[in-house]
């Protein structure tokens, strides 16, 4: 019997010049002419999200951390309320929000702005605390 390797490279957000994938805990940015890295990140645990903003300017992927990739520069946000994020969405031209995991006590929706780095909680999310777990979240 063979052992075949589980975890496989899964695209998490792309646009007609970027892509942002990873496999198992490592997410990376390319560009997709060139197939030059633009950046590459190490999680604990996978990565749950990707964005790339439409205009190929800024890029995020989260998961046990976020990451945000904005004019060539990489920032961790090291927040311990961001820890955890289940999905993203982009909320205006450079805003984006995040979800928390929506089972924790943690469990909130927060404002990132891409070029200032602010955050912000927009509100507590407590939707899913003791129900069973659905791929599907409506927030």
Same mark, same amino acid.
């Given at each position: 019997?063979?052992?075949?390797?589980?975890?496989?490279?899964?695209?998490?957000?792309?646009?007609?010049?970027?892509?942002?994938?990873?496999?198992?805990?490592?997410?990376?940015?390319?560009?997709?002419?060139?197939?030059?890295?633009?950046?590459?990140?190490?999680?604990?645990?996978?990565?749950?999200?990707?964005?790339?903003?439409?205009?190929?300017?800024?890029?995020?992927? =989260?998961?046990?951390?976020?990451? &945000?990739?904005?004019? /060539?520069?990489?920032? $961790?946000?090291?927040?311990? #309320?961001? %820890?955890?994020?289940?999905?993203?969405?982009?909320?205006?031209?450079?805003?984006?929000?995040?979800?928390?995991?929506?089972?924790?006590?943690?469990? =909130?929706?927060?404002?990132?702005? &891409?070029?200032?780095? /602010?955050?912000?909680? $927009?509100?507590?999310?407590? #939707?899913? %605390?003791?129900?069973?777990?659905?791929?599907?979240?409506?927030?």
């Amino acid at each position: 019997m063979s052992s075949k390797n589980q975890h496989q490279m899964r695209v998490l957000s792309e646009t007609n010049n970027l892509i942002l994938c990873h496999e198992f805990e490592v997410a990376w940015l390319k560009d997709k002419s060139t197939g030059k890295e633009l950046f590459r990140d190490e999680f604990y645990g996978d990565p749950e999200c990707g964005l790339i903003d439409g205009n190929n300017n800024w890029a995020v992927v =989260a998961g046990e951390h976020l990451t &945000i990739w904005s004019n /060539n520069q990489i920032n $961790i946000l090291s927040n311990p #309320d961001l %820890k955890w994020v289940s999905a993203i969405r982009n909320k205006a031209r450079n805003t984006i929000e995040v979800l928390i995991d929506p089972w924790s006590k943690e469990s =909130a929706i927060w404002e990132i702005d &891409i070029n200032t780095l /602010n955050t912000k909680k $927009i509100r507590d999310f407590s #939707d899913y %605390k003791e129900k069973e777990y659905t791929e599907d979240i409506v927030w």
